[in-house]
């Protein structure tokens, strides 16, 4: 059996996006409003990039196939 789910989570991708850039800046060399500037563009770049997958920064939809056990992402 083949069936859709929508799951939405209005902070979910945002979080998860900060904290995964925020990981990646290096501790030193750069000052907050860098760091602040930095993370903001490397979030839109981030948001541009999932656009595939992820409406409006907060929704996906993701198809299960209870036959083959296997679970994909939709695209929009």
Known sequence: M?????????DGFYD???DAIEDSLPETGI?????ELLTESRRDETNDAISKWVQYNEYITVEIDTDSMTATVCEL
């Open 2 to 10: 083949k069936f859709k789910i929508t799951l939405k989570d209005p």
């Open 16 to 18: 998860a996006i900060t």
């Open 31 to 35: 000052n907050e409003d860098e760091r």
